[in-house]
């Protein structure tokens, strides 16, 4: 039988991709970490993590785990909550990372007021999380989910830019024009392909690495962008654009959820999550 702790252990690890890391969150030495990985290999005869300078990566073998593991430490936080009415049932939450949370404000509360005894944490992975607020597109097959918006995207110029008279755009209209790069959009290879067909060059003056920060860098002068209609705000300084398309680029935001305690899941299956529009 495999015991509880060392799994504790082995998914600790495998979070957060550091033997040393992972001593630190469970506040136990590492020589105890490595043990526990090494006698779960044994008992299991499998390899769970290459192991180098960088620091470990889980095989295959350590993914099937991890799967496996965290459903096994949900269900005994839920058994020891059962017979423990105040014990804390830790849950994690991914948020991609270019998604304006600001916009879809209820989900957290809703989560947390469905029981008292759930303790959400922020993870760094989609992997590590039992729920998420995150593009369809980038959602693995072991989640469930619902749908909680779908938006378009708009160039972004500032108020004094040639283009700033207009409110819709063509693609026609990007020639020329000095763009700040979205290296994380879902869609980039889209509108790329689009480019590509009707022999439109772009030019590249920079990368962001946040839609906020794209946005100042646009009020600078530095270039303009193309974001999510989500990120709009109100600002005398930007003027935001339509683009026409003969078929809509969009994208699609779920709440994606797994691995989680019954009252949650069926708070989730059953509440209409309403779209938080900025006044």
Not at 43 to 70: D, H, M, N, W
Not at 237 to 256: C, G, Q, S, W
Request: with cysteine; net charge neutral; hydrophobic share 40%.
């Amino acid at each position: 039988m495999v015991e509880i702790k060392p799994l504790h252990y082995f998914v600790s690890a495998y979070e957060e991709g550091s033997i040393t890391a992972a001593a630190s969150r469970c506040f136990i030495s590492q020589p105890s970490i490595t043990h526990a990985i090494k006698s779960l290999e044994d008992r299991l005869g499998v390899i769970l993590f290459e192991r180098s300078k960088q620091g470990i990566k889980p095989t295959k073998e350590g993914q099937t785990l991890y799967k496996l593991a965290t459903d096994l430490l949900l269900q005994n936080q839920q058994l020891e909550a059962a017979f423990t009415p105040d014990k804390k049932v830790e849950l994690h939450l991914y948020i991609q990372p270019d998604i304006n949370i600001e916009r879809y404000c209820n989900i957290i509360d809703t989560i947390q007021n469905t029981s008292p005894f759930i303790d959400l944490s922020i993870v760094e992975t989609v992997d590590q999380a039992q729920l998420a607020i995150i593009d369809e597109e980038r959602l693995s097959s072991q989640f469930q989910f619902k749908v909680l918006n779908q938006e378009r995207y708009q160039l972004v110029v500032r108020k004094d830019h040639p283009l700033a008279t207009e409110n819709v755009v063509t693609l026609e209209s990007f020639k020329d024009l000095s763009f700040i790069e979205r290296p994380y959009c879902t869609n980039r290879k889209a509108f790329e392909r689009l480019m590509n067909e009707k022999k439109i060059s772009i030019t590249y003056k920079g990368k962001s690495i946040h839609d906020l920060q794209i946005q100042g860098l646009v009020k600078l002068g530095l270039g303009v962008a193309v974001i999510p209609e989500s990120y709009i705000q109100k600002d005398d300084d930007l003027k935001y654009m339509a683009i026409a398309l003969d078929a809509p680029i969009t994208r699609t935001i779920v709440l994606a959820y797994r691995k989680l305690p019954s009252v949650l899941m069926k708070a989730i299956e059953e509440t209409k999550w309403a779209y938080c529009r900025k006044k």
